[in-house]
């Protein structure tokens, strides 16, 4: 069981706007602005998409965009494309015994 | 450009040591701002972090609590790159595993892992 709760799946149609929510606690969401988002495409590595809850790494497109409330943060994906489709992962920066937990991962269907 | 380059055998009897290599290139494992991690991830389990090891005017290691009896992670500044050991496996421990940098704020926090290896599937079966 993954410490942070994401949606299993979400899907959306090319074109529109998607948002894939990460609930924790305040020992790692709430409490700190370390929030990160990973894309992983089949049989690949994840790549960073979102670091510092919203920043994103040089390359990467301005359609992904991310944001926190309280102990939820969400990665929001605007004019889905075709290659968007991949599974989405969140992560965290922790107090706890381990510095970084994770979301169990949504799949992102584009339809 | 950080590129992390893994290495080692994919198939581990029960009870061996799994042990994992990853070469970094565009940075340095002794890095006073960079941190080396190891993860895994399986259906049953998802993303874990397993471990890292990182320098700052001298050389720490965090665990896992999940794997804390079990594994060692070490640098090796003369070949800069840094490796996994996992003694007495299970079949549980069947896994992709990667490398990833992990980057730290002004507070020695890590705060997101920016750069990872392609990973290295391991099956552990007799």
């Known amino acids: 069981q993954s410490a942070l709760t994401q949606p299993a799946s979400v899907s959306g149609s090319p074109g529109q706007s998607i948002t894939v929510s990460c609930t924790g606690t305040?020992?790692?969401?709430?409490?700190?602005?370390?929030v990160s988002w990973y894309q992983q495409h089949p049989g690949k590595a994840p790549q960073l998409m979102i670091y510092?809850?919203?920043h994103r790494p040089s390359g990467i497109s301005n359609r992904f965009s991310g944001s926190k409330s309280d102990n939820t943060a969400s990665l929001t994906i605007s004019g889905l494309q075709a290659e968007d489709e991949a599974d989405y992962y969140c992560?965290?920066?922790?107090?706890?015994?381990?510095?970084?937990?994770f979301g169990g991962g949504t799949k992102l269907t584009v339809l | 450009q950080v590129e992390l380059q893994q290495s080692g055998p994919g198939l581990v009897k029960p009870s061996q040591t799994l042990s994992l290599t990853c070469a970094i290139s565009?940075?340095?494992?002794?890095?006073?701002?960079?941190?080396w991690n190891w993860l895994r991830q399986s259906p049953s389990r998802g993303l874990e972090w397993l471990g890292r090891?990182?320098?700052?005017?001298?050389?720490?290691?965090d665990y896992a609590i999940s794997v804390k009896s079990r594994i060692t992670i070490n640098p090796d500044t003369s070949k800069n790159r840094f490796s996994l050991q996992l003694n007495s496996v299970t079949p549980e421990d069947t896994a992709v595993y990667y490398c990833?940098?992990?980057?730290?704020?002004?507070?020695?926090?890590?705060?997101?892992?920016?750069?990872w290896g392609q990973g290295t599937l391991v099956t552990v079966s007799s």
């Open positions: 990833a940098r992990g980057v730290y704020n002004w507070n020695n926090q890590m705060t997101c892992l920016d750069h």
């Open positions: 565009g940075d340095s494992v002794s890095s006073n701002s960079a941190g």
């Open positions: 090891t990182y320098f700052r005017s001298k050389w720490y290691n």
């Open positions: 305040s020992s790692d969401v709430g409490g700190y602005n370390y």
């Open positions: 510092d809850v919203s």
């Open positions: 992560s965290s920066y922790s107090s706890s015994s381990t510095p970084v937990v």
